[in-house]
């Protein structure tokens, strides 16, 4: 039985698929994903979405699904899964003892958790399918036949020492990039692999579009519209997918920030979000190895902290110093929530002392607390003058012209290299973190050494004699 057969049969899957009309341009999807006969107006759909004109003679066993918000595309994941693990047989292919995995990646734990409902749905409410069902968790399904379904969130460790039937990412457009600068590409790169010895096996990668780079553009711009491609790319609308949202919430949100609503709902990627700073500029200003500098006396430092309430981001410090037209980064601290606000004020006052700082600079956060809370250790607290975006701005020509040294910290060199340009309506530029991620180190790197644009003063050796005796 093929999945469209599945999605009608009454028994299976045909309880969730009787609206005919919403479910149209899905089936459409399945059928050339699977390579089944099509319908004139599936086949309409297909060339509208595909920019193709030959339908599929065969399944594919790579495809790209991008599509707005609220199209489907979770619960559409979680369908193919079941039916992958549940209607398809790869024990010839296995091992004794090995289990063929059906992996599903979702961006972050809360998507896992809805596409895991789906799955157990669509799993334990079809009497056929839940006699299949031999041992549960929170996050997968094992199966009689010897297949497994699991969801996770995005790690390329998580993927590697499987034996995968199939991968099915979601959101990969957004996925965190905490600890890589291009965790799409390391957790494609790891799947593969994981796939080869399955002849079969089919990876399916669905996101709403974001900016134009990483992997799913990469995708689109291969393969869209090629007859000859063996790799499917389909592009449609929110209501092309799923024509019950109401078209008045489409125009409300164009009208409040067309190039948002453009990728979230018209699956256009967005022409006003670009990279910040090129990875190969990060990687020249940054010397192999060299993780911090001693203090040396003869040297007069700065220092900007990027403070945090302790619950959510992070707090962090950096400190930096000149020398003639070169801005070079001694040290980064970062600690990461939750913690206690006083113990890392006391922790980075230590080592401001260690550099002979007294006053540091920061972000205006929490009104007064950091600079009472850094009074208290003597150590004098200054509001910034410049906005983080401007901060930014002033950075990335010394970033360009190599009269920059940063330190070989991964962190910050990953969250440099994911910032984002965006311009609004009116022209002006903001720089800021992708969609789930982070830039608190990278704030304070750049507040810092954009300081140190400005020679800093002298220091004054009786006051450090008077603030180590405290």
């Not at 009608?8 to 699977?34: H, I």
């Not at 700073?277 to 990060?282: L, T």
């Not at 720089?431 to 020679?455: C, R, S």
Request: glycine share 6%; aromatic share 10%.
């Amino acid at each position: 039985m093929n999945l469209l057969q599945a999605m009608s049969d009454p028994k299976l899957f045909g309880p969730w698929f009787k609206d005919a009309d919403t479910w149209a341009a899905w089936r459409g999807f399945v059928g050339a994903l699977f390579g089944l006969p099509l319908y004139v107006t599936e086949a309409d759909t297909y060339r509208a979405c595909t920019g193709r004109f030959e339908a599929p003679a065969e399944a594919y066993s790579e495809a790209w699904l991008i599509c707005g918000r609220r199209a489907g595309k979770s619960f559409v994941l979680a369908l193919i899964a079941v039916y992958l693990a549940c209607f398809r047989d790869y024990r010839r292919y296995l091992a004794p003892g090995e289990r063929a995995t059906i992996l599903i990646i979702a961006t972050d734990r809360r998507q896992a958790r809805t596409i895991f409902r789906y799955i157990k749905g669509l799993l334990t409410e079809v009497p056929m399918l839940a006699r299949m069902v031999e041992r549960e968790t929170a996050d997968e399904f094992d199966l009689t036949n010897r297949v497994t379904i699991e969801v996770g969130t995005s790690s390329y460790r998580a993927v590697r020492g499987r034996t995968l039937a199939a991968a099915l990412c979601d959101e990969l457009a957004f996925w965190p990039s905490d600890t890589s600068a291009s965790p799409d590409y390391e957790i494609l790169d790891a799947l593969r692999p994981a796939m080869a010895t399955i002849p079969n096996g089919m990876m399916l990668c669905a996101s709403s579009p974001y900016a134009r780079r990483g992997a799913l553009y990469d995708a689109f711009q291969r393969y869209h519209g090629r007859d000859d491609a063996q790799v499917l790319v389909w592009r449609a609308a929110t209501r092309t997918m799923n024509p019950s949202v109401p078209q008045s919430v489409v125009d409300e949100a164009l009208e409040r920030d067309l190039p948002s609503a453009s990728a979230e709902y018209l699956a256009q990627f967005r022409s006003d979000v670009e990279s910040f700073v090129a990875r190969e500029v990060v990687e020249a200003a940054t010397p192999p190895g060299v993780v911090e500098k001693a203090p040396i006396t003869s040297v007069t430092y700065s220092a900007f902290c990027d403070p945090s309430g302790g619950a959510s981001d992070s707090m962090t410090l950096a400190i930096g110093h000149r020398e003639d037209e070169r801005i070079v980064l001694d040290a980064v601290r970062e600690r990461k929530a939750p913690f206690s606000p006083e113990s890392v004020v006391s922790e980075f006052s230590d080592l401001l002392k260690r550099y002979r700082i007294s006053q540091v600079a920061g972000d205006r956060y929490a009104g007064s607390w950091p600079s009472e809370s850094f009074q208290r250790h003597g150590i004098t607290y200054t509001p910034a003058d410049k906005s983080k975006s401007q901060i930014y701005v002033d950075l990335l020509p010394r970033l360009n012209s190599g009269q920059v040294e940063l330190l070989d910290v991964p962190v910050l060199a990953t969250q440099l290299i994911t910032l984002e340009r965006r311009t609004a309506r009116g022209g002006r530029d903001s720089i800021d973190h992708a969609p789930g991620g982070h830039d608190d180190v990278a704030n304070a790197a750049a507040g810092v050494l954009v300081a140190l644009q400005k020679q800093p003063g002298d220091y004054d050796p009786d006051m450090w004699a008077r603030l180590l005796d405290d």
